[in-house]
């Protein structure tokens, strides 16, 4: 099972299926024959922060501009996940994950 984590403002869904404070080591760009390209670590917390400072970039824009119009859109109506996939060759993993956090989405939406 990937580890993901997903963030859904406007469902208030906070949600992993992990330990919500344990960072997971990955490489990227791992190719036969070379070194690995770039070590990193995914963080849940630093998610966390990631997130807000992402969403804050819209206020470099005018109130009533198009750039900050679009990043609003994005912040409220879609899904801002982390996916770590550990079984790479399985394909189409994120559908599963995003399967799993629409209907965690629909449970929520049904409850309040």
């Not at 990937?2 to 208030?12: D, L, W």
């Not at 760009?29 to 970039?57: M, N, R």
């Not at 119009?69 to 189409?92: G, Q, W």
Request: net charge negative; aromatic share 8%.
């Amino acid at each position: 099972m990937p580890t993901s984590e997903a963030k859904v403002e406007g469902a208030s869904i906070d949600w992993t299926n992990t330990d919500a404070t344990t960072p997971i080591a990955v490489t990227w760009g791992v190719f036969p024959g070379c070194e690995i390209a770039q070590p990193t670590v995914v963080d849940p917390l630093s998610f966390h922060v990631w997130k807000d400072e992402a969403y804050e970039a819209a206020s470099i824009y005018p109130e009533e501009s198009k750039s900050r119009k679009l990043l609003k859109e994005i912040h409220d109506e879609f899904c801002l996940i982390t996916l770590v996939d550990n079984d790479f060759p399985k394909p189409l993993i994120i559908f599963d994950v995003l399967a799993e956090v629409l209907q965690i989405a629909a449970a929520t939406d049904k409850t309040s």
